[in-house]
């Protein structure tokens, strides 16, 4: 595994310790196999357990109005703030599938509660991959059978590999965590290259601890960080079928994350760290994406910093450009005005990596060959001035290139 | 030429002939150089006069907050509604270029009025191309001195060619129109491939004729059109700074277009065809576009059916599906729920090509190879329902492939 907190953008906390290697927080088992969805015949069921009994719980969910059965069920029927076990299968969304979608959604509730001895209501149920196909659920079912078998503390990079679709490398991280009651550890499993754009939560993110939360803290927690990490990314602007964000609070630590105590801010520190870097490497992943851009609007209208900041970090030709360490910064205005019709003439001000290009809206001389030099690294930083202040937000987005195209050109045939 | 209604969804009305060749309509003379704005040597200054005094005219812009200097210029120093000549260069969009991006506007349409004779007011001044480069003005100076000796009635293909930047083949159109008054003319110029989703206009587009209007009724006339023709056209989501439409009339074949007639009805239909296919060949020429796509939405909220309509048309999963021909109708379900959210369960039916593949949010059993040949012709049609009906809209839209990354990767360096 290599290191976890690669970006500049996310330093690692000074309690937090990025540990190799795999392993649960106590009270997890975890497990992925291969069950014949993927044509592939990759890894593509996946079980996580908690085997704490009083077990807490927090969700997010797409906010697409043609969610997936399994989000819809997961809304419907299951007890958010207790989820023991959570059966994913990626290779197939079961998305569009009507009734019958709902129905087998519902089998793999029931499957997941018959292998982890835990009521249906404590399963949380997902699935990756292609839309409007139905399960092939005897596939599936035997997947969580087999999958339970192979239950294991340290399942969690098997788990993590089962819940993959076009993704290139793993998100997955284990961290150790000081708080002043104590040492509690974290682990976090994503999965996402593309249709990434979440509204309310994103692709499938799986997190784990030791830790003793309520379900009010950790869904307060949750709430803020999936805010912080995957409502500010992007990929290609688009909402998925599917997004599920889980935070899953064995307590076998014995360490108490009380409300409105120097363990909850610490704790909230290392959640926050490793959503933001999870959400960093799902955008490092971006369908063929070969940069990332950070674009960061300031100004004094919440409303409009948003807007503008989606604009620039989905606009094809920003991310064209990016792609191509091309330092075309008029295409950021292009966006930064598509963004907000009517005000013209806007006096924005942009630069990039530091160097200033444009002021009130015209052109400033700068270093060109600085400029290229700096457009070419890995992670390219855009700031975006608009008039007055007291708002800011940022938003980071993967390149447009080739590959993307390629990967998705031919996806289903 | 080769036929310019060559778009199964744009009939070529009865009453209108498509003409070969090069002429404009009386009264017009124009004329395409070679500047050296462009490093290819490509001709990059036009200009387009209309000799006749009382002339009319209407025109349209980029809603865009960041309007290049030029458009800035239309809107203050020129009366839209008697236009005599217009100045245009390609090869720098003279935006993002401030205070001295404006003046040097003003020198473009300075120089205008003094070779056509005309006062400064009377004359629209457009730029196209690189944003945030100072223009050349000795250059451009020079070219509209050179274009301006070049002036000829048949000059509509020079013009034509002297407006393009990154277009792989020529939108001009030639036609006829039989009036229960008489014989008129309409010609049209239009430049584009990126950066397009007009708001207000697009591109830049050019229209004349000898029929005679008055400003009011070409301005309502042509209002109309660009609402159905480029106000509906998208080949990459992009709103352009330099966005600008210009129709001119010069009255020069004694025909009166009245308001309220069957002059008008007929003249309407005839701009309204002409419109729509300069704005297809647009989506066509989409920067490295393959096929394109046009999709249908009804429902029962103007809103909910034009949010989702431009959802689908601007999805890069979408659009790389098309590209492909991929018969992907996942992606648009995904574009769909994305842009209603809050609202799943939703009920959507989802057709392509009139092969219905999705029915109240369910896929439906429908012949897989059928569907695969028909998502390979050059046009394909999607057809979606919201709950309700009432209103509809559509959307035409090229494909996202390799040529755009290319184009788009690269443009400046």
Partial sequence: MSPFFSSRWVPCPDHVTELDGEGLPAGFRAAGVAAGIKASGDPDVGVMVCDAPDATSAARFTASGTQAPPVLLCRERARLDAVRAVVVNSGNANAATGRPGFENAAKMQGAGALVAGVSEDQVAVCST??????????????????????????????????????????????????????????TGQAKGAGMIQPG????????????????????????????????????????????????????????????????????????????????????????????????????????????????VANSPLVKTALYGGDPNWGRIIQAVGAAMPGTAPLPVDIAIEGVQVCARGGVVPHDAAALAEAVARDEVEYEIGLPGDGAETEVFFSDLGHEYVTINADYTT
């Fill in 129 to 186: 991959g292609v839309i409007g196909v139905p399960l092939p659920m005897e596939k599936i079912t035997h997947g969580i059978v087999a999958a339970s078998h192979a239950l294991a503390p340290d399942g969690d990079a098997a788990f993590s590999a089962a819940i993959q679709t076009t993704d290139a490398f793993e998100k997955r991280a284990r961290l150790q965590v000081e708080l002043p009651s104590g040492t509690v550890a974290i």
């Fill in 200 to 311: 309310f939560a994103t692709l499938l993110v799986f997190a784990q601890t030791d830790a003793r939360l309520s379900a009010e803290t950790a869904d307060l927690l949750l709430g803020v960080c999936v805010k912080r990490s995957f409502e500010r990314v992007s990929v290609d602007g688009q909402l998925s079928t599917n997004d599920t964000v889980i935070l899953q609070c064995s307590g076998a630590s014995g360490v108490a994350v009380q409300p409105e105590t120097e363990d909850e801010l610490r704790f909230g520190e290392a959640l926050d760290a490793l959503m933001r870097q999870l959400a960093l490497r799902v955008v490092h992943d971006g369908e063929g994406a070969r940069r990332v851009g950070r674009v960061v609007v300031r100004g004094g209208e919440p409303g409009a910093v948003s807007e503008v900041a989606r604009a």
